[in-house]
């Protein structure tokens, strides 16, 4: 347990220690919710920009890994742009 002091301001320094376990960097949100009249829960919280939520998403995600793990196990090619990949596609179709 750690012995935390409340500042001026109201505030309180989370000991790197937790920080870093909990992955917390300077920047990172938390919500705080009161569990009883004596206790607080500290809760890390990733801030998603509207619209980019199916990034997100555990099958976007498993498709993101499963992509990287073929580039590098089949050696597939990279592209610098769409337009250079479909300039590709499009040769191959003719």
């Known amino acids: 347990m750690e012995l935390l002091k409340i500042n001026d301001n ?16 300077k920047g990172s949100f938390v919500s705080v919710e009161l569990l009883s009249e004596n206790a607080i829960k500290i809760t890390p919280v990733t801030i998603i920009a509207k619209g980019e939520e199916r990034y997100y ?34 040769k191959g179709l003719k």
């Open 10 to 25: 109201g505030q309180i320094t989370i000991p790197s220690k937790l920080r870093n376990q909990m992955g917390l960097e």
């Open 57 to 90: 998403t555990a099958g976007w995600m498993e498709a993101e890994r499963e992509a990287t793990e073929a580039y590098r196990k089949e050696g597939l090619k990279a592209y610098n742009s769409v337009d250079e990949m479909m300039d590709e596609l499009e």
